[in-house]
Structure formats: structure tokens, C-alpha cells
């Protein structure tokens, strides 16, 4: 038996500086409105794009086009309000927050 294997079962309280992901209640909340989504026929499709500046969920109507949107999360905003984005195709910014939550909430998806 190896006496230097270690088992982490929670690993949230890392000593890791940055964290290039979504925190799980993130997470959650946005799998939440992608099930809303799916349930009504709007949302067929999702994707993750991750990189050391942002990382981003992307959603899709049909799984063989572009995604429709992108939530993203940007690790070092330039302007609080900036933190949380939702972007089109072309990456132009739809709506901002510093409050997930809040964000996802005000949104009309319908009318974007």
C-alpha cells in the first residue's frame, strides 16, 4: 500500500489562487434555466468553453449551428458590472451584471 496517496473528498478550500470554472451555485442556477429551456422547446444543445480569462456556457437551438448565446463568466472584469455577461454569436455583450442571479432572472429569452 502507497503511504503518499491522498484522498481529497472536498477539495472547495484549496490553496489553488484562481479558480477558472463556474462555482457550483453557478452552475446550478444556470442548469436550472437551461432545464426551463429544454422542457419549453427553446434550448436544444450546450457547450463549455473555458479559458484562464473567462469561461463561458454556451447554449444552443439546434446541436448542428452556432451557439445562440454564451453565459459568461470573466475571471478579471474590467468593471464590476462586467463579472457576469451574456453574449451573442459574435461575442457582442446582450446584458451584464455583478449578480448571476440576477442577470439570468431579468432576462428575456424570448425577446433577446
Known amino acids: 500500500m502507497n503511504k503518499h496517496l491522498k484522498l481529497v473528498v472536498n477539495n472547495s478550500f484549496s490553496n489553488e489562487k484562481q479558480k477558472y470554472f463556474f462555482e457550483k451555485y453557478e452552475l446550478k442556477i444556470i442548469l436550472d434555466l437551461y432545464a426551463k429551456m429544454v422542457s419549453n422547446g427553446s434550448w ?60 439570468l432572472e431579468k432576462t428575456n429569452w424570448k425577446k433577446l
Do not use: H, W
Request: charged residues 25%; positive net charge; hydrophobic residues 35%.
Open 44 to 103: 436544444k444543445d450546450y457547450g463549455l468553453k473555458i479559458s484562464s480569462k473567462q469561461v463561458a456556457f454556451s447554449v444552443f437551438k439546434n446541436s448542428s449551428e452556432n451557439a445562440v448565446y454564451n453565459i459568461c463568466k470573466d475571471f478579471k472584469p474590467m468593471n464590476k458590472n462586467l463579472k457576469y455577461l451574456i453574449t451573442d454569436t459574435k461575442g457582442r455583450i446582450l446584458k451584464n451584471s455583478y449578480i448571476l442571479e440576477s442577470l
